[in-house]
RNA sequence: GGAGAGGUGCAGGAGUGGCUUAACUGGCACGCCUGGAAAGCGUGUGUACCGCGAAACGGUACCGGGGGUUCGAAUCCCCCUCUCUCCGCCA
């Protein structure tokens, strides 16, 4: 959510930043600014016609101790209209308030300067590309008929179980669930992460402090029951650690990493994009958040990418960053990194990242603030978060590009997590 | 699921309609005292919005959330929510 002063103070800039998310919000800001006007005198007056009120009962109060009946009752007969008055204040008031919030949650954060012009995934910038494609033999086999072949996971089984997009992994395919997770999260440790394990379930105020509500509500599943939603990303959990706190300056960054189960329900997707591991509705994802001072949230951003990438790298699987264009870049965020890895059977990219950072726009909606040392007035801090790393499409990768005749190699680093070195 | 007790400031904790400007204790900050410190003494200690260019200052709201009664509500009434204790069920 964007800040409403900074709104009112800086209307043309919100406007034109917003057209590269091709985004008109002019009508928006115009309308917030008139209704905020509005919404000040109202205050100004209800604030005026309380006071005054507050002054009258302190008055009678005093009467009625001193004894003096007939003055105190005269006081009272004073109180009806004002008292009038301040209801309907409230009312409007309370009105007004309720549609600049209707507002203001509409309208998606500024891009960063450096977010590409652009409509969508094809107008992304690709800004490194690292790796040798590699060339498969002959009868090499998309993943989803390597994983049969092997017993790795059987989606017909999770149809049986629950429904499509819920794999069965099971044998060296469970196993390379496990190996992976705990690789993510040694190496999240190695760079100063500290481990949590949220909860898989949040209430509608986490839902709200991220973002996902009310704009993505139809992203999550939802236990109707209890008003919880299963989350779709431990961004949520994890980022709302930090919901309604002030925070010591000194103590920024915080650096969290958490594994979780990811459940989406993907509505509308269909087609050959969703075969195999493409898409799912659960997925493993170790993720990574920072709560950071703003002058050095894109200092954290580059720590962040620089993460991800010696992931992949480790891995061993041809990568490339995109910077995401204005047209594709989230509602959310700021600047968005996304990686894709190279599946070679199915010969396109796929992603598997996305490491943004939102600044102040989730802090905003989550009262997320930082004191600076000695300053009264806080301020709000701003959130990243990335995926290091979503688990399906890496799998994908592995058995495509790492098929051989004899069976799938394991990359070196995974054997100590794995057990094993090839599947066959 | 059943019964009961609770939710007050940075923390503990008092407060059954107006001398409450939320007592008191602790924490923290600053000052006095000291060669320096401790102790002691004193002062201060939240958030949001509004007014002002900013600060100082002033106003309003906030005692879990929402509504009601009243001239006046932390206090009385209603609804919701969360926590704790006991019982039941249970990995």
């Keep these: 959510m964007l800040n409403l002063k900074f709104i009112q103070d800086n209307p043309e800039l919100v406007i034109d930043k917003l057209k590269r998310k091709n985004f008109d919000a002019s009508e928006i800001v115009s309308t917030i600014i008139d209704l905020y006007a509005q919404k000040n005198k109202l205050q100004g007056q209800a604030d005026q016609a309380k006071a005054e009120m507050n002054k009258i009962s ?70 490194t590309s690292v790796g ?71 209430n509608e105020d986490s839902g709200f402090g991220t973002g996902q509500l009310p704009d993505k509500e139809g992203m999550m599943y939802h236990i109707t029951a209890e008003n919880l939603y299963l989350i779709p990303t431990a961004e949520v959990p994890v980022t709302n650690i930090y919901r309604d706190v002030i925070l010591d300056a000194k103590d920024l960054p915080y650096k969290n990493t958490a594994y979780s189960a990811c459940f989406r329900r993907e509505a509308g997707s269909y087609g050959k994009d969703v075969r195999g591991l493409n898409r799912l509705h659960q997925f493993d994802k170790v ?85 600076e040392d000695g300053v009264k007035k806080p301020q709000l801090a701003h959130t990243l978060n990335g995926s290091a790393l979503a688990l399906p499409r890496i799998v994908a990768a592995l058995l495509e590009n790492n098929q051989t005749p004899e069976g799938i190699k394991i990359p070196d680093v995974l054997v100590p997590y794995t057990g094993f070195e090839i599947i066959d």
């Excluded at 620089?306 to 989230?330: A, F, M, N, Q, W």
Aim: with cysteine; aromatic share 10%.
């Design 58 to 127: 302190k008055d009678i109060g005093l009467l009625f101790r001193e004894g003096k009946q007939e003055e105190a009752n005269a006081a009272k007969a004073r109180t009806s209209e004002l008292k009038e008055n301040i209801k309907q204040f409230d009312v409007d008031f309370a009105d007004i308030e309720a549609k600049v919030n209707d507002l203001l949650v509409q309208l998606p954060n500024l891009p960063h300067d450096s977010v590409p012009q652009g409509k969508g995934e094809e107008d992304n910038e690709v800004i």
């Design 132 to 202: 040798e494609i590699p060339t498969l033999h002959e009868k090499a086999l998309p993943h989803w008929e390597l994983a049969q072949k092997y017993n790795l996971i059987d989606f017909e089984l999770g149809v049986k179980l629950t429904g499509a997009g819920f794999p069965v992994y099971r044998g060296k395919g469970a196993q390379l669930q496990r190996a992976l997770i705990n690789f993510f999260l040694a190496e999240a440790a190695k760079a100063g992460y500290e481990e949590v394990q949220p909860p898989l379930v949040v």
């Design 287 to 371: 993720e990574v958040v920072q709560i950071a001072h703003p002058d050095k949230s894109y200092e954290v951003l580059n720590e962040m990418v620089k993460h991800v990438t010696g992931l992949v790298e480790k891995l061993g699987l041809p990568y490339r960053i995109l910077r995401l264009c204005g047209g594709d870049i989230s509602f959310t965020s700021a600047l968005t990194y996304d990686f894709e890895v190279y599946s070679a059977a199915q010969k396109k990219w796929l992603e598997v990242s996305s490491v943004s950072n939102f600044e102040s726009f989730q802090a905003n909606r989550l009262k997320l603030r930082f004191r």
